[in-house]
């Protein structure tokens, strides 16, 4: 799996219309791809997680990643790999679970499947964890929420719908296009 598909695995977050008036966003914290779109992978949906973290709302002269700003993506980062390590923990208590329970050779072949299936799903989510961290630690180091290419502000929104984006949406757009070229 390319890098592009890993961090298009991370989708989440979404407005939905019938909560639009308070304000709400339902931000699903998962590993695996949930939200509105529609995508084969999303057959594990059932094990994602989802909150409910009040998007942040700036003040107008408000200056960007202050304290405030860093502690709210703070919280969302941390809220997020709990999420995610809970997550995996009940992988693993499946898995062993499950072993050895299917003596049925064309059983095994499934569950071998099943598992092969799971181990990606915990792969995915190790990597998310990883990037989970740094991006805390950027928030430690002050650095959150800027570019690491060209180092302009990645912006309160797009950080909202994508916690650990750390490249602007031009660079990531331009990145993902000479990904494509490279992979032709
Ligand atoms: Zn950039």
């Not at 219309?17 to 529609?38: C, E, F, Y």
């Not at 990645?154 to 490279?182: F, H, M, N, V």
């Given at each position: 799996?390319s890098?592009?598909?890993?961090?298009?695995?991370?989708?989440?977050?979404?407005?939905?219309?019938?909560?639009?008036?308070?304000?709400?966003?339902?931000?699903?914290?998962?590993?695996q791809?949930?939200?509105?779109?529609?995508?084969?992978?999303?057959?594990?949906?059932?094990?994602?997680?989802?909150?409910?973290?009040?998007?942040?709302?700036?003040?107008?002269?408000?200056?960007?990643?202050n304290?405030?700003?860093?502690d709210?993506?703070?919280?969302?980062?941390?809220?997020?790999?709990?999420?995610?390590?809970e997550?995996?923990?009940?992988?693993?208590?499946?898995?062993?679970?499950?072993?050895?329970?299917?003596?049925?050779?064309t059983?095994r072949?499934?569950?071998?499947?099943?598992?092969?299936?799971?181990?990606?799903?915990?792969?995915?989510?190790?990597?998310?964890?990883?990037?989970?961290?740094?991006?805390?630690?950027?928030?430690?180091?002050?650095?959150?929420?800027?570019?690491?290419?060209?180092?302009?502000?990645?912006?309160?929104?797009?950080?909202?719908?994508?916690?650990?984006?750390?490249?602007?949406?031009?660079?990531?757009?331009?990145?993902?296009?000479?990904?494509?070229?490279?992979?032709?």
């Amino acid at each position: 799996m390319s890098a592009t598909n890993v961090e298009q695995h991370e989708v989440r977050g979404m407005v939905t219309d019938n909560t639009k008036n308070d304000q709400k966003r339902d931000l699903k914290l998962s590993g695996q791809v949930v939200g509105s779109l529609p995508d084969s992978t999303s057959a594990q949906a059932h094990e994602s997680m989802s909150m409910t973290i009040e998007p942040y709302q700036a003040g107008a002269d408000e200056a960007y990643m202050n304290k405030e700003q860093r502690d709210h993506f703070k919280k969302i980062l941390l809220q997020w790999k709990k999420n995610l390590m809970e997550e995996a923990d009940r992988t693993v208590t499946d898995m062993k679970d499950e072993a050895n329970h299917f003596p049925d050779p064309t059983d095994r072949a499934t569950q071998e499947e099943e598992f092969s299936l799971k181990l990606r799903t915990r792969d995915r989510e190790r990597k998310l964890i990883k990037k989970i961290d740094e991006a805390l630690q950027a928030i430690q180091d002050e650095e959150y929420g800027y570019c690491e290419v060209c180092g302009i502000e990645i912006g309160i929104q797009r950080l909202e719908a994508r916690p650990t984006a750390t490249q602007c949406i031009d660079c990531k757009t331009l990145a993902e296009i000479k990904e494509r070229q490279r992979s032709r």
